[in-house]
């Protein structure tokens, strides 16, 4: 996990938040892998869930940093 998980959002500059973004992107990536492709979920539900809308409320932080890089 980032070592910048316990910092709270609003207190993120924006080259954290871009690190704390990108370690997000590459956990739930790997959670996703083991839930949909192994079968073998590796977090509980509510752990998942607090991830995403982790990254989600970073993201609306820094939309325009994010432009470029949405699918």
């Given at each position: ?38 079968a ?9 869930a ?5 990254n ?16």
């Amino acid at each position: 996990m980032s070592g910048l998980r316990d910092v709270p959002v609003e207190r993120l500059t924006a080259r954290d938040a871009e690190d704390e973004l990108a370690a997000l992107a590459a956990e739930i990536h790997a959670h996703d892998r083991a839930y949909y492709q192994e079968a073998a979920p590796t977090l509980k539900d509510a752990e998942y869930a607090a991830l995403r809308r982790r990254n989600a409320a970073i993201a609306a932080r820094i939309p325009d940093q994010l432009r470029g890089a949405r699918p």
